[in-house]
């Protein structure tokens, strides 16, 4: 049995191995190594067209229309290329006409254009969904599968010939170019010996504006669109450390079977068969022949071996497997020193040693003395702390690495008191090395008896690191990082002493904060890094604006604190808050570019306004709001009426709070009536207040409050059940009437409004054409993209979207352009003057004509005459409310006016 022992054991390691799947490692290194040594050159038959950075710098804006992919599909007919391959994700609908446009592209390159589609994880994460161009672009494309694998180890290596989606059979997108996409052929293994440097690529931007030669490259090729640039993500790790963008890993499938380098392993029966030849070759040498003879017989015997693997791979479309092997040889190498080696001398040397090896190796310091405190042992890691040999420091006294003598450091530091402390006891003390360097030094202390007496030991650290990162931490915890100012927490420790101070000394603290005015606009137009720049700038103005006494603070992103005593300035608090604003006159350098700033100041003065940190902090934010809600670039001193006016607004929202739940709440209709013959076709929804006391509320002094208060999301629902509930009492009634509803920001916010106006139609039984929501340019300064799809999801419920107040807002028209509305309300400020204001009359003109130019409908608030009406009729508005035809009115006088009266019609 011994004479077989070895082989045994390399039995033993394999079945391991096989187990514990290890041997998959091997088998990439050895495959990624013969990639790294083998080199092929593509083909050139296929183009990547890079949607790169350069080309989203040149375009501009991100995603990009599908206008610029159909006219890069024009650009390549012309270009008269094979086929055109696009991986992007086309299964979402976006602008209508852009969608028409690139279908039309399609249509015309006469089914040349490969569109992709992939599978990726639902949110339940237990199914997958199936991404599929939309129809209108699938039935003028070939359909290809995009999926990767992505292994084990991260890295993508196999890729299949295609996948069955919904049970039937899609070629991947590189079978398609290559034409190889028979259904039952087995995935294959990329070739990555096929270098990726080589692969023709050329700019999207340069192919879009027709450049002559970048088309020129392009005749006669196949080409595939994709993302190259690193922030779009579509990166995939590949052999060898590289990293290779969708379109790239797409070419080089297609280049391999173009080649015919559709890589495939060797059967398993090949590898049995090495492994059984080579444990031949073991059993008839091991006793023949010497150990050495024995390695250096496996040494070439792997060689030989990955040579002709090399060999093979280079020639045919074949990849041996040599992992298990390699192994082999690895462990039977093992096996044979193991065989050699005399296990109890072996242990006796590692027993006398172990001691000395612990040492030598322990990375922190070791020292060891006698019972004199003479050093007998110094290891490598005392040396690394203090600079001396070993040779240099044995024998010496231990008090020598100490730090007792001059100015920079005295120490009462004694080995002898810390040597006798119990065990594991952690010091600190100050060290000395050897360039004269004081230092912190943790050491844990021990002792034992020996052979040769009472001997001590130390274990040492250099903790001048730590020191330096406890003092970094404390720093930024009582800092900001961005300018050095103090934070808030150490102003406020800082003005509570302060406080101290000044009420013992019977003198007054001044708590100014300053905000900048519009600091959001340079964030958003040049970026955080110029924000960054310009807040630096202001810290350092704001620094030499105050007396050295003083506190200057950062309180958040554009927020500044100045804390001074009034004594240490001379003048009073509003003179003072003028100059910090005029210090801001002149232009602030950041960076490369001057910026003018501007601020506004509140401020609290102790003890009038507040006696305590935290009441100068909270009454200069309440003169901080005033300033910025009432004279943007000045300053306001606290005073008690700022806190009434906010008491009387909480006050009023707690009024709010209770009227709803009393259901004081009531809403008015107003109708809207179609100008030409004065048919009703509609009304707005307007909530109003029935207060017990005070008898009916203006929304105007209560609205403000309730759309930045938490109950303003429960009062738009109100609004919006009661609506439509009495609109589809009148709808069963026989009339048909559109009922109009204006939209609140919190409705937005709550994210699922499409949702709620689905179960307010429910509820109600309302025909959804019969609802019309309005909205105003605030909602949708906050969330563009997300404001778009809910009005997407809005329409599809058939839910009429007009935009209100047109013509008032800062980019109204851009709005026409990005959202789906169905029409829009001219604002009453332009109807008001229209009979004698030639301006007025001209913008409600062109708002008309550009209305029915984009198919939207138009209605004009605020006639307040027939003259006005009938002036807006030759115009070409169609539909109009104002008091000519009704004030708001409760539902039942308007149901009294309106339909019980031959007034009342359908909604055309």
């Known amino acids: 049995m011994k004479r077989y022992r070895s082989h045994v054991f390399v039995m033993i390691a394999l079945a391991i191995v096989l187990l514990g799947g290890w041997q998959n490692g091997l088998r990439h290194a050895l495959l990624d190594l013969r990639f790294a040594w083998q080199s092929r050159q593509v083909s050139g038959d296929i183009v990547v067209i890079a949607i790169d950075a350069s080309s989203i710098d040149r375009i501009g804006v991100w995603p990009w229309p599908r206008v610029l992919y159909a006219e890069l599909i024009r650009q390549l007919e012309k270009a008269d290329v094979q086929d055109i391959a696009l991986d992007v994700d086309f299964s979402t609908p976006s602008d209508a006409s852009s969608d028409r446009n690139f279908a039309e592209a399609l249509q ?30 699938a039935e003028h494309s070939w359909p290809a599968v995009v999926n990767v694998e992505v292994g084990p180890d991260g890295l993508v290596r196999r890729y299949p010939f295609g996948e069955k989606l919904d049970g039937k059979f899609m070629p ?75 379109p790239v890993l797409q070419t080089l499938a297609a280049e391999s079977l173009l080649q015919n380098r559709a890589l495939q392993w060797t059967s398993h029966v090949v590898t049995l068969t090495g492994l059984a030849l080579l444990a031949l070759i073991m059993l008839f040498s091991w006793r023949r022949l010497s150990a050495g003879k024995r390695v250096a017989l496996l040494a070439a015997t ?102 007792r003598d001059g100015a920079v450091a005295t120490s009462s530091f004694s080995i002898k008191n810390a040597a006798h402390l119990a065990a594991g006891s952690v010091v600190e003390f100050d060290g000395r090395r050897s360039n004269g360097e004081v230092f912190p030094v943790e050491a844990s202390f021990s002792g034992w008896q020996g052979t040769d ?35 808030r927490n150490t102003l406020h420790a800082g003005l509570a002493a302060m ?21 959001q606009q340079i964030n958003h137009m040049l970026g955080h890094a110029s924000g960054d720049l310009v807040l630096r700038g202001i810290s350092e103005r704001l620094t030499t604006a105050i007396p050295v006494s003083g506190m200057v603070a950062r309180l958040s992103g554009d927020e500044f604190a100045v804390a001074v005593r009034m004594s240490d300035i001379a003048e009073n608090v509003s003179r003072f808050a003028e100059q910090i ?40 934010h309440l003169a901080l709001s005033r300033a910025k809600a009432s004279k943007r670039g000045g300053h306001v001193l606290f005073e008690d009426a700022i806190r009434r006016e906010l008491q009387t607004r909480l006050t009023l929202e707690a009024e709010l709070a209770a009227a709803a739940e009393h259901d004081e709440f009531e809403l008015f209709y107003q109708p809207q009536l179609h100008l030409a013959d004065g048919r009703l076709i509609g009304a707005e929804a307007l909530i109003r207040w029935r207060h017990p006391v005070r008898g009916l509320v203006s929304p105007a002094e209560f609205m403000p409050i309730v759309n930045t208060s938490p109950i303003s999301e429960r009062m738009a629902e109100w609004v919006l059940d009661t609506a439509c509930a009495k609109a589809a009492a009148w709808e069963r009634s026989g009339h048909k009437l559109r009922i109009g509803v204006n939209l609140s920001p919190s409705q937005f916010q709550s994210g699922d409004l499409a949702g709620s106006v689905a179960q307010a139609l429910a509820r109600s039984g309302l025909s959804p054409t019969s609802l ?57 400020s332009f109807v008001f003057g229209l009979l004698a204001n030639p301006d007025d009359a001209a913008i409600v003109s062109s708002t008309i004509g550009l209305s029915k130019q984009l198919g939207l409908s138009v209605i004009a608030e605020g006639i307040e005459d027939r003259a006005t009406a009938d002036f807006l009729v030759r115009m070409g508005c169609e539909e109009g409310q104002g008091y000519f035809f009704g004030r708001p009115m409760p539902a039942r006088d308007f149901e009294a006016k309106f339909l019980i009266t031959p007034a009342a019609a359908e909604v055309a």
């Open 453 to 487: 007496g009472f001997q001590f030991g130390a274990i040492l650290r250099d903790i001048s690191v730590r020191k330096r990162e406890a003092e970094r931490i404390r720093y930024l915890a009582e800092h900001d990082t961005l300018t050095g100012l103090i934070n």
């Open 499 to 519: 406080i101290a101070k000044a009420e013992a000394e019977s003198c007054e603290v001044a708590l100014l904060v300053v905000g900048l005015d519009g600091f």
């Open 108 to 137: 015309n390159a006469g089914g040349s254009v490969v569109l992709p589609s992939f599978q990726q994880p639902r949110t339940d994460k237990t199914t997958l969904h199936v991404n599929r161009p939309l129809q209108q672009f």
């Open 172 to 246: 991947s997108m590189a079978a398609v170019l290559a034409g190889q996409y028979a259904e039952k052929r087995a995935p294959f293994l990329i070739d990555f010996s096929i270098r990726t440097a080589g692969i023709p690529k050329v700019s999207f931007a340069d192919v879009l504006r027709g450049d002559p030669a970048t088309l020129q490259k392009l005749q006669g090729k196949k080409v595939i669109i994709g993302g190259t640039a690193l922030e779009l993500g579509d990166r995939f790790s590949v052999p060898n450390g590289a990293i290779a963008s969708g």
């Open 302 to 403: 792997a060689v030989a071996l990955e040579a002709g693997a090399f060999t093979l791979q280079a020639a045919f479309p074949l990849i041996l497997d040599t992992s298990l092997i390699q192994i082999a040889i690895i462990v039977y190498i093992a096996a044979i020193a193991l065989d050699e080696i005399d296990i109890k001398d072996l242990l006796g040397r590692v027993a006398e040693s172990r001691f000395q090896r612990v040492a030598m190796a322990l990375g922190d310091g070791l020292i060891c003395t006698d019972s004199s405190y003479l050093i007998t042992v110094w290891n490598p890691g005392a040396t690394a702390i203090f600079g001396y040999l070993p040779e240099e420091m044995i024998g010496r006294p231990f008090d020598e690495i100490c730090a």
């Open 772 to 828: 019309e929501l309005e909205i105003t340019e605030d909602i949708l300064l906050h969330d563009e993209k997300g404001a778009l799809n809910t009005f997407l999801k809005i329409q599809e419920l058939g839910v009429r979207i007009v935009f209100d107040d047109f013509g008032t807002g800062f980019a109204s028209l851009s709005y026409l352009k990005k959202f789906p509305l169905d029409g829009l309300k001219i604002d009453r």
């Open 581 to 620: 604003g005029a210090s801001f006159e002149a232009p602030l350098l950041a960076g490369n570019r001057q910026h003018r700033v501007r601020v506004s100041i509140g401020a609290a003065v102790f003890p009038g306004g507040g006696r305590s940190a935290d009441e100068l902090l909270s009454n200069s």
